[in-house]
């Protein structure tokens, strides 16, 4: 009897991925998944905050398509060694701040040395030609075998006759006969694929959970870097860009105000690490402060805060402002009129 060859995919909870490791599947791999966190894919964290996302699951998708695939999944965190991808990109950002094509490289770097210290054979993607216009092209997918050492290991499903033949191919390990030669951004072949093989519900056949490739949240980190003495940061930071309004309405501060009962939950949890407001006499949202705030940046607050608040109309509300050491003081403001909130200040 053959031996039973072994295969990691690059999991990232999307359709492509999913369908490419069910064809591997099909053709009687022994297949697993990786999947990479870097902090910046964590679409079940939103959907579980924010009450217009209450229809989405709350799910880690990625967990969720092992699920259904009935296969190993590998979480493993990568946020520390991600930070020169996003900082340092050698083929620089996409539309927005997303380093597609030194990400996948650096994904599959990742996976070759997984695949060496695990004894599996190959690896998986669910990359299609023509679908990213940065990372999956013709001429940029060989710049990802080639920067990340895995040369011919790195078998692509779902368009692999579009391409020249792996090794994983030539030896006979799978049949390049029963792959694919999807190409272009349509989904229609993905979504034939799906129902093909009785997947009934999945992520967005677009795939893919970075909030890099988002121009508002682009926008915020851009910012929170600009109005910092370094580009470095921690899961925190990156992980309040994606709640709350933000508005600076100087350059040493910005407030983070919260849009709904979901997000004000999740940001009391930050309470000790940032000061934040409450208006006190009427009901309103937690606003987290941050940045290098003296007294009368408080007050710029308080009375901006206090306009999103149900005491906006009132001739003055009392808010109260917190810090992280326990000091509490109490301002009595009145709320600053809609018109003179610049809409510049919005992040």
């Known amino acids: 009897m053959s031996k039973q060859r072994k295969a990691v995919a690059l999991i990232s909870g999307g359709l492509d991925s999913l369908l490419a490791a069910k064809v591997m599947l099909e053709q009687g791999v022994h297949v697993e998944g990786i999947n990479f966190f870097t902090g910046f894919c964590v679409e079940g964290h939103t959907h579980a905050i924010r009450k217009k996302d209450k229809a989405k699951p709350k799910r880690n998708n990625a967990l969720w398509s092992a699920e259904q695939l009935g296969i190993k999944l590998h979480i493993i965190d990568v946020i520390e060694e991600y930070k020169d991808v996003l900082l340092n990109p050698k083929h620089g950002y996409g539309q927005n701040m997303n380093p597609c094509l030194d990400c996948k490289g650096f994904m599959v770097k990742k996976a070759v040395e997984w695949i060496k210290e695990n004894d599996f054979d190959f690896i998986i993607t669910g990359e299609v030609i023509g679908q990213r216009p940065m990372s999956q092209r013709k001429e940029t997918m060989p710049i990802v075998q080639r920067e990340s050492g ?5 078998l692509r499903p779902l368009c692999a006759k579009n391409l020249p033949e792996t090794l994983p191919e030539r030896e006979g390990w799978v049949d390049r006969e029963k792959l694919l030669d999807f190409s272009g951004r349509t989904r229609k072949p993905q979504m034939a694929l799906a129902e093909q093989y009785g997947f009934k519900e999945y992520a967005s056949p677009a795939g893919g959970c970075c909030f890099l490739t988002d121009k508002n949240y682009s926008d915020k980190l851009v910012d929170m ?21 933000h508005i600076r309405p100087n350059d040493n501060f910005k407030m983070i105000v919260g849009r709904e009962q979901g997000e004000n939950k999740f940001m009391e949890g930050y309470r000790k690490i940032y000061p934040y407001i409450h208006c006190s006499s009427h009901k309103g949202p937690l606003v987290l402060l941050d940045g290098e705030l003296n007294d009368s940046d408080v007050e710029l607050a308080a009375r901006i805060a206090a306009r999103f608040g149900q005491g906006r109309d009132a001739d003055e509300v009392e808010m109260s402002v917190t810090y992280p050491d326990g000091k509490n003081t109490v301002l009595k403001v009145k709320p600053m009129p809609a018109d003179e909130i610049s809409e510049a200040w919005y992040v």
Not at 225 to 245: A, F, N, T
Request: a negative charge.
């Open 150 to 154: 895995a040369g011919d290991l790195l």
């Open 225 to 245: 870097w600009q109005h910092r003495s370094s580009r470095d940061y921690e899961l925190d930071d990156i992980m309040m860009l994606k709640v709350g309004r």
